[in-house]
């Protein structure tokens, strides 16, 4: 998996607002014509976004870590030219990071726009990354502009704006890592189409790992061995196992003159475990994986 909607009617009215980018973590695509993010579907993916999108339907992208969820959502925007935002979940994400907040400047107070506001008043694509690691007001903020209301209420302004055309809302989340008291509750599950990422086809993934890292086919084929290899351990005591983006990382040290030896043990091996004897375990299975035809 690596690599619209119905227009609501017209937005209410609300306060006159600055709107700044500080602090937002937002990507915009540099202009329409920039180079389209390289993508492999491998199932329906595609078609169920843009038949979600065409619904005015959000978006769940559930699956492990770096296996392209967010690739996805970036060559999705860059196929309908619109723009990204995206933010990126954590414990101290809160509902105003996301909506926006009075901030005092010059003396002044001025509102200023969190990066779901903004998304939602210009028909940008607002995708929520690792939602669940966030506080548990910000899915709240999220629910009625995820079911037929299209809406986010912004109660500091008094206000309720309706979502421009073109809004897309996507959350994704990693459903084999979360712990119990991090889960997406049933509430907010039921109102987002759920599209389910998983590890590439061997072949999809050489390809992939090799055309990102700038390397040699032979070289990717490695690489991806060592990465199956270490995902099929059985009882191995590994928060993540290889992913896609790992592979390309540790193409990227090879693509600079590092060899595949070093790059696997420094960008793979290494950075799954801090356990001397789980590291040494890893090294010996990719010395294996290698050495073999």
Known sequence: MWFFPKEPSSPRS???????????GAHRPASPAAEA?????????????????????????????????????????????????TVAGHEDLTSADLVGRFLLKGGET??????????????????????????????????????HRRELPVDR??????????????????????????????????????????????????????????????????????GDAIRKLDGAPLQEVASTRLLITAGGLVAEGLSLRSAVQAAIVQALSDDLDIVRALGELADAVISRP
């Open 157 to 226: 302004l008094g206000v309720s704006l309706r979502a421009a055309p073109g809004f897309q809302l996507v959350i994704s989340y990693n459903p084999g890592y979360q712990s119990v008291l991090k889960n997406i509750k049933e509430s907010t599950r039921q109102r987002f189409v759920a599209i389910e990422f998983g590890f590439l086809p061997v072949d999809v993934e050489t390809e992939v790992v090799a055309h990102e890292a700038g390397i040699d086919l032979a070289t990717a084929r490695d690489l991806v061995r060592v």
């Open 110 to 147: 001025t509102w200023v726009d969190g990066p779901l506001t903004r998304a939602v008043r210009e028909g940008a694509i607002c995708y929520l990354d690792e939602v669940v690691e966030a506080r548990q007001d910000t899915t709240v903020v999220i629910h009625p502009l995820a079911d």
């Open 14 to 24: 609300f306060p006159s607002t600055e709107r700044s980018d500080v602090a937002t």
């Open 37 to 85: 993010p390289f993508y492999r579907a491998v199932a329906d993916e595609v078609e169920v976004f843009r038949a979600a999108a065409r619904r005015g339907l959000p978006v769940l992208l559930k699956g492990p870590t770096g296996c392209g969820k967010t690739r996805f959502v970036e060559a999705m925007a860059h196929e309908f030219g619109r723009n990204l935002i």
